[in-house]
């Protein structure tokens, strides 16, 4: 069982000269608004650790904190959101590039994609998960705000969403940064990979 000791803000990079690498890393991905600041707040009990916005579109930095826990350290980041309406496309390429840099320089990542269960995955949803493919870069998907809706409709949705971007059940855990379930199913995850590189 993996307990979270302690957090800190470790840095935030606008570019590629900011990034750090140092053993494993866990990246929160997903569309602006869907809850990745919550996501991270949630996993290691913090209300505040990262910023959670009123207004969508606001954390264009990627953010990192440092964790330690029972069984071992990680570095669990914050990436920028993407598919805000109101940003221009010259936003939109600056942050295409931007996570393109980002995988590309951080090779021992797993990422939590999250997704709103109550929705169909956007375009760009689907675009960042085969990109994942593509790279071979480790992934999960948390269908988040499982809160809204009830038990029976998130199993539906749970199953409709991966069957839509293709995942087995086994990547896919339902979650809620508002009543924290879920926490356990993804502390377990990232328990079985900090144990694994120890090996
Ligand atoms: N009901 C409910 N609300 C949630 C949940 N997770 C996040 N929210 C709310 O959704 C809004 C956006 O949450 P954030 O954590 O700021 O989302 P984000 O993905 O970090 O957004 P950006 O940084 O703008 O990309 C906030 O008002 C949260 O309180 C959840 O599981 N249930
Ligand atoms: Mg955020």
Redo the contacts with the bound molecule.
Sequence with gaps: MLNIKNVDFITSAASPSGFISDGVQIAVA??????????INMLVNRKNT?R???T????RLINYFGVETSLGNFILT?L??YG?AKVSKEEKAGWGRLIESYFEAEPNVTVFV?VDVRHTPTADDKKLIEYLYYRATPFYIAA?????QSRSANIKSKREIAAFLKVGSDNIVL????DRSGREEVLDIIGGILTDGAE
């Design positions: 997903g569309r602006s608004n869907v809850g990745k600041s919550s996501f990262a959670v916005s009123g969508p579109g606001r954390t914050d920028p959101g805000f999250l988040n705000k499982s809160d809204k979650v809620s940064c508002a």
